[in-house]
């Protein structure tokens, strides 16, 4: 999926799970610009998460769950639908593919 140059998401109140979708966004697309309102306009041309009632937003019904049984919220939706076809920036150096986890990185093969 390509995210295109223009976001929207509801106004109001924010929550982790909006503040970290526009955060993803805007990881994958520095340049994305970020609308919050309480309608989605008709004539609205880019992503629209948290709202709208489109794949992004979790307010409705059915709700999409992961395997564990808890409902996704946006960033979820977003981190699935968006990420799984976008590529993240990379270093240019190569460093930090691993993320520090298990299985990776110079600490781990030397058994530290």
Not at 28 to 47: A, C, H, K, L, S
């Amino acid at each position: 999926m390509k995210i295109p140059a223009n976001g929207f998401t509801h106004a109001g109140k924010f929550h982790a799970d909006d503040v970290f979708a526009t955060a993803l966004l805007q990881i994958i697309r520095p340049d994305i610009r970020i609308t919050r309102g309480f309608v989605v306009p008709d004539d609205f041309d880019g992503i629209v998460y948290d709202i709208g009632f489109g794949m992004f937003d979790h307010h409705q019904e059915p709700r999409e769950y992961r395997a564990n049984g808890i409902p996704y919220a946006a960033f979820g939706l977003l981190w699935r639908g968006a990420v799984a076809f976008s590529p993240i920036p990379r270093p240019a150096n190569g460093e930090g593919g691993s993320g520090g986890g298990a299985g990776g990185g110079e600490e781990n093969k030397r058994g530290r």
